[in-house]
């Protein structure tokens, strides 16, 4: 079976720009994980799904930020007005038990 | 302080040596651990879990000492394949099922 698909790969947006970002997570998959990662740091933790419940956003680093799973399979990751500091990968991971797969993640680039 | 911390290496080895990386954590009530590898510009994947026995998977020995909230991982005789950063994990609470990632050690494995 295919693992967590994510599109776009890459992504340049323009200071002030507005981004989506999909996840494609495992099919049956109940949790869905949104992390953030710069370069040469861990993923950092943005917002968790069980199925089209958002029950932690505690991570979302600004209102910018707006995730959404409408029908508990598919997520969006939305980006309001990009900021340079906002150029990282973001790496989606889903899970039915335990273990968080992840995937490869799109690499935005805010010029 | 940051909730996990890693040295960062690089740390170079020759092929067939043993090398050992470590992890300290912040919370005590840190819940489970983990071992994640990632490939350059990849996604991280699980490597192993940690549990508080310790726990082996071939060449790879975790450990878990959970009064000094440190977390250690062995390859045993590496290989060039072994090339990558390792990031140490942590979910902090099982009802909240982010993890905690370390900023990971990276190993370079030469021939």
């Known amino acids: 079976g295919a693992g967590v698909s994510q599109s776009p790969r890459y992504k340049v947006a323009k200071r002030g720009q507005d981004v989506a970002l999909r996840c494609d997570p495992i099919s049956g998959h109940v949790s869905l994980f949104w992390y953030q990662q710069a370069l040469g740091q861990g993923p950092e933790f943005l917002t968790y799904?069980?199925?089209?419940?958002?029950?932690?956003k505690s991570g979302l680093p600004s209102d910018r930020f707006f995730a959404e799973r409408p029908e508990g399979s598919v997520s969006t990751l939305k980006i309001q007005r990009t900021q340079q500091e906002d150029s990282a990968v973001y790496l989606c991971?889903?899970?039915?038990?335990?273990?968080?797969?992840f995937g490869p993640g799109t690499r935005l680039t805010v010029l | 302080r940051k909730e996990v911390e890693q040295d960062p290496g690089p740390f170079n080895v020759p092929e067939g040596a043993t090398v050992a990386f470590n992890c300290t954590y912040s919370n005590s009530a840190s819940q489970s651990f983990f071992w994640y590898r990632q490939d350059c510009r990849k996604e991280p994947k699980l490597l192993m879990s940690v549990y508080s026995s310790g726990n082996e998977d071939g060449r790879f020995t975790a450990q878990l000492n959970r009064a000094s909230q440190y977390i250690s991982l062995l390859i045993r005789d590496s290989k060039l394949s072994d090339s990558a950063t390792y990031l140490c994990?942590?979910?902090?609470?099982?009802?909240?099922?982010?993890?905690?990632f370390g900023s990971g050690t990276r190993l370079q494995v030469q021939p």
């Open positions: 991971a889903s899970s039915l038990l335990n273990e968080q797969f």
């Open positions: 994990v942590v979910n902090l609470d099982t009802g909240r099922r982010a993890l905690t």
């Open positions: 799904f069980q199925n089209e419940a958002q029950l932690d």
